[in-house]
């Protein structure tokens, strides 16, 4: 299969992928997009953090309002934002005439809200909220705790409870986690391994899509440009195929090396600790079974994308066959990233096993569990048998497609190609 | 011992015969013209020859064995639908073309850049494709195919879009390999281009071979002898000549049927020596364009 003439094309598709200005953005652009994405993720969230607020407490009771008014002048004062408080007697009667005197400032946003804790409150901790946004759980989740305190403060007076009793009380419950895996010695799990999982499916999910992307808009090319026919008189579709897939495949694999060579350097020298929450539990067999799935889902995803670019003669009406593939990486990423929360979930269990989705999904799984290494193998076993399916089913659709050109071809004829003999 | 053997080559696609049980063959030293209207047959025939469409019976034969992949590397192939990578510098284009031949080295490029300096593009060698203009991206083809010194140069339809200068190019490289006794095979609908250059042909029709053989004696064979006479005195004497076939007398006029299309000449000599006063003599030789608006306009009239 692999031959000169495949070899020659081999070297020409690295000559203008490897070494081209396009490898050298990509390989930074990505990371920075990755960055920009979770960068603004939080900036997003510390955005709407910063807005200032203006808030009015009205209570039944002047000593709820005294001792909430000297908890909450605790509060460390943001730089990005401020609420600010008003204090106000008020009956429950009287809370809608209230509200209807403020409605337009509320409405207007001058106002923020209306705090109105009742003397039910000190017995049940309901305390109704008045807003034009009543769910912003940002705003919420300032105040919240030193109300919290006051309530459980007052409720517990006169209970003779000690000082630390009531501390007690007031603490929420902290789990720390730890895992249990083959190697009898048990660590204090840090949130390490879920940026690394989520890392690596964010880095596998990006790169298939360009990469893919861009070896379909190269056929494409190839075959709008006509050179392909000047190529077929001296190799054969399959070695073509092949040569560009492998060329590609390669330097996909050079670039991931580069991104992931901060991570060997972390965990192949002691040239950086990590602090003890981001400590990382990966070792090189890791990564080399990270490398050697993604030469799979290369191998595998650049055929699928080869013969779409081979069935069309321009990137539009290739878009319509782009979809199934797209959605063959993107449901698997959705599964992947969602298992963060719970690696052990029924769905992520069976997607790693699945075709397509196991490429995606059993390196973030591996990274957040330990799975017995039969699995490991049979996932490879299973990925390694789908590629080489692909790849024949692929070679026969390129074959025929990208000597097609004219007609956008319907879907039936496509599967009439595969008995072809072409 | 020929050159190439076509056999019975047949292609179906879905359910078209795009040709059809086509055989015929190719001489060594020859220039071949497969010739035939758009759509007959001429590029489906020339992609089986080329091993690039697996054909669903016959076979290619080249100096008695069956063609594979190693035929490519003999061959020099000028498609009809041609074009290069547009992003790819010209002798970057053409190293990389010569290499999947199997040439590489200091001597391919050297006769490269010779090839680009007979064309006047030597100074364009680091240019992009895209850079140059249509005509000479066309030279660059002709320049790739001939690179790796194929033993085959194989075209079709090579004078489709070609200006003037480029068409006279091509014409020389086909006279300059036809010199070196390199087989020259090329596909074309325009019957002037495949009389002057090829002297052997097939005639290929509806996906058949309809017409094969060396073009003089086609030719011959198909040219016109009958001499339509319009003359005042005793023509007895045709009666008695070896050359003259058939005279048929038709009181104005008569037809006299010569053996061979050459003796034409020699019946006007004779007519002259003999005292007949010729008013009309009127001898035609046929061209190819003549054959085959003969062979396949009978065929479509056969209603195929």
Known sequence: MVNRRTFSIVKRELKVKLFSRTFIIMTLLIPIFMLGIMGLQTFLFQYSDGENAFLIVASESQNVLDNIQTELSKMPKNKDGNVEFMFEKLDKQKIETRLNNIRADILEEKITGLIFISDQALKNKQVEYFSKNPNNNILLNKIKPPINKVLTDMYFVGKQLSREELEFAKDDVDFNGFRISADKEIKEEGIGNTILSFLFTFLLYMSLLFTGQMTMSAVIEEKSNKIVEVLLSSVSSRELMTGKIIGTAITALVQMAIWLSPLIILISTTWFVLPPEFTLKLSIWHLLFFMLNYFIALITFLGLFATVGSIFDNPQDAQSGIWPIMMLIIIPFFIAIGMQTNPENQIARIASFVPFASLIIMPARITLVDIPLLQLVLSIIINIAVMILIFILAGKIYRVGILITGKKPKWSEVVKWFKYNY | ?304
């Open chain 2, 1 to 304: 011992m020929y050159a190439l053997e076509v056999k019975n080559l047949s292609k179906n696609f879905n359910g078209i015969k795009a040709v059809d049980d086509a055989s015929f063959i190719v001489p060594e030293g020859s220039v071949f013209g497969l010739i035939g209207r758009n759509g007959a047959g001429k590029t489906t025939t020339i992609r089986m020859m080329m091993n690039i469409y697996v054909p669903d019976s016959g076979e290619v034969i080249l100096r008695g064995t069956k063609i594979g992949q190693e035929f490519k590397d003999k061959v020099g192939y000028l498609p009809e639908e041609r074009g290069l990578y547009k992003k790819m510098k010209v002798m970057d284009t053409l190293l990389f073309l010569a290499e999947l031949k199997g040439k590489t080295g200091k001597e391919v490029e050297r006769k490269a850049l010779n090839y680009l300096k007979r064309f006047d593009l030597a100074e364009r060698k680091n240019s992009k494709i895209e850079d140059l203009s249509k005509g000479n991206q066309q030279k660059i083809q002709f320049i790739a195919a001939i690179l790796h010194d194929p033993e085959f140069l194989i075209f079709d339809e090579p004078f489709a879009g070609l200006d003037p200068i480029n068409t006279d190019l091509l014409k020389d490289i086909i006279l300059e390999k036809k010199e070196e006794g390199k087989v020259i095979i090329f596909s074309t609908h325009l019957m002037d281009f495949a009389e002057k250059l090829s002297d052997h042909i097939a005639m290929i029709d509806h996906g058949k071979i309809i017409l094969q053989g060396s073009l003089s004696e086609i030719k011959s064979e198909f040219a016109q002898r009958n001499v339509t006479l319009e003359a005042v005195g005793d023509l007895s004497f045709l009666d008695s000549e070896a050359f003259v076939e058939k005279v048929e007398n038709f009181g104005n006029t008569v037809a006299i049927k010569v053996k061979e299309a050459s003796q034409t000449q020699d019946l006007l000599k004779l007519l002259i020596q003999n005292d007949v006063k010729v008013n009309k003599f009127a001898a035609n030789e046929i061209s190819l364009h003549e054959i085959f608006v003969t062979l396949a306009g009978k065929d479509s009239n056969n209603g195929k």
